[in-house]
């Protein structure tokens, strides 16, 4: 930091660099003379004391709209893995919806083995997101797709134990208790967090991400209670109502990458 005559605007047009080149040329004149400003009215250090934050923030958020302006304004046609991967995830999601109907149907086995169909579906889902929220922003895709495709994967492991019991499974079966609870955890975490990060970056339906979070957000707040809350109690509607609208979620999403084609657009 200097304080020599434009000094401290020079060094501020160096940190525009973390715009997008486009941005930069269009407004960078304009910025570095309004933050010369700013030092002259409010003096260096709280002029300074403001910049970086502003400029970090508002440079990624630029350079996230920029790649998602183009990444919408690309054509993406579903490969046949990603229609299978989508098609996985609207089978597992299905398949934990209609846990909710005429449950005295079911049997045992099959009731269980909708679990292992819904860890694959999200896993499928997360998979196929993927190359969506490369084109905007390869970090956030990387930190969005690992922990749920883990978690998912943790949780259905778990589950293969479970499915293997015969019969109805019950509140004992849930051994080791702390792994259950902390594998459920991870995996609704981790499903919330997907469910942010695609609402975030934008290149799928935000109604769908947003069933997402507020679905594993409310399963995860009632978990504690899950198998255990009285019958008609809130904690067993919160828990369950999430549930039903996570699967919702992945149902979507699953429709989303398995049959939707963007239409070419123009980037601005």
Avoid: C
């Avoid at 259950?180 to 975030?200: Q, S």
């Avoid at 978990?223 to 699967?247: D, R, W």
Wanted: charged share 15%; no cysteine; hydrophobic share 50%.
């Amino acid at each position: 930091m200097t304080s020599a005559p434009g000094g401290n605007e020079r060094l501020y047009r160096s940190l525009l660099r973390l715009y997008p080149p486009d941005y930069r040329a269009q407004y960078s004149d304009q910025m570095v003379q309004l933050f010369g400003d700013q030092v002259r009215e409010s003096g260096t250090t709280r002029a300074w004391a403001r910049a970086p934050l502003d400029l970090i923030t508002t440079a990624v958020s630029e350079r996230l709209r920029r790649n998602r302006t183009v990444a919408q304004s690309m054509t993406i046609a579903p490969s046949p893995a990603g229609r299978l991967l989508g098609l996985l995830g609207v089978l597992g999601g299905a398949f934990l919806l209609l846990g909710y109907i005429n449950l005295d149907e079911w049997t045992p086995d099959l009731f269980n083995l909708r679990l292992l169909l819904f860890n694959l579906g999200a896993i499928a889902v997360g998979l196929a997101v993927y190359p969506r929220h490369a084109l905007v922003s390869r970090p956030l895709a990387l930190v969005s797709t690992i922990p749920v495709v883990a978690a998912n994967a943790a949780y259905l492991l778990f589950t293969l134990k479970l499915v293997a019991q015969p019969g109805e499974l019950g509140p004992g079966d849930y051994q080791p208790v702390g792994l259950f609870i902390l594998t459920a955890a991870a995996m609704w975490l981790a499903d919330a967090w997907f469910g942010l990060v695609a609402l975030r970056v934008g290149v799928l339906n935000r109604w769908s991400a947003l069933a997402l979070l507020v679905g594993s957000i409310a399963a995860f707040v009632g978990m504690s209670n899950f198998g255990l809350a009285p019958a008609g109690s809130l904690s067993e509607k919160v828990i369950l109502a999430g549930v039903a609208l996570h699967g919702l979620a992945w149902v979507l999403l699953g429709l989303e990458v398995a049959l939707r084609r963007r239409a070419p657009r123009v980037a601005g």
